[in-house]
């Protein structure tokens, strides 16, 4: 049924997609895709389940274009920081911050990393969806370890597939733990210091940690 066979309650204001997928995410990001209903996310938004098919086919409609709405706004924002004339290592750590941001700002990056896990054996569709997802962020990475490869402030013996590899597991497996552990795990310290191994590993022979692209004094 297309969106404009779809009708909303008599009487009651139809909520705006964003809302809807608001609510939604807020309840994926908890509880999963299997433990998240139609039911509840009506309840979580205010609305009846009515409002909800107003906007969405299904569950699995809402969910898809809630992954592609914030994948599409965080990789917007990655593009938007990151400057193809910037030294390389602050280029990383631009992209680490952007993480960082949309990791404790909102649960959106939380939202994200639930799902792509749950998703490997009950999702088949939407973990496709994933993998195109983290292969444009290892490209991505690579692209600027590359760069760096080729401006001489990385090293010309390591591969940048599995740097951008290695960074990106990196970064969320520290997103992991500190959902899972946030008095223990302080994100931003972690990440900091993921920053602070990249200039030391990445660096040339001979070459000095340049801790003004980590932060460090």
Excluded at 31 to 60: C, M, N, P, W
Excluded at 145 to 156: A, D, H, I, K, N
């Amino acid at each position: 049924m297309s969106n404009g066979g779809r009708k909303a309650a008599t009487g009651e204001a139809a909520p705006s997609r964003k809302q809807l997928m608001d609510a939604a995410i807020d309840s994926f990001a908890r509880l999963g895709y299997q433990g998240t209903s139609i039911d509840r996310i009506a309840r979580d938004a205010g609305v009846t389940k009515g409002a909800v098919y107003y906007h969405f086919r299904d569950k699995e409609e809402l969910l898809s274009q809630a992954v592609k709405d914030r994948i599409g706004g965080f990789e917007q924002h990655v593009l938007k920081e990151v400057s193809g004339e910037e030294d390389p290592l602050a280029n990383l750590k631009r992209v680490i911050d952007a993480c960082f941001f949309h990791a404790t700002a909102s649960n959106h990056r939380r939202f994200i990393i639930t799902l792509m896990v749950e998703a490997l054996d009950t999702h088949p569709s939407l973990s496709a969806e994933f993998q195109k997802i983290l292969r444009r962020m290892r490209s991505f990475l690579a692209g600027v370890v590359r760069r760096g490869q080729e401006r001489g402030s990385f090293r010309q013996d390591v591969v940048p597939e599995r740097v951008a590899a290695l960074v990106a597991g990196a970064i969320m497996g520290a997103e992991i733990q500190h959902y899972q552990d946030p008095e223990e795990v302080d994100l931003r310290r972690v990440l900091d210091a993921l920053v602070e191994q990249l200039a030391t590993s990445l660096a040339p022979a001979g070459a000095g940690t340049r801790v003004a692209a980590t932060g460090g004094a």
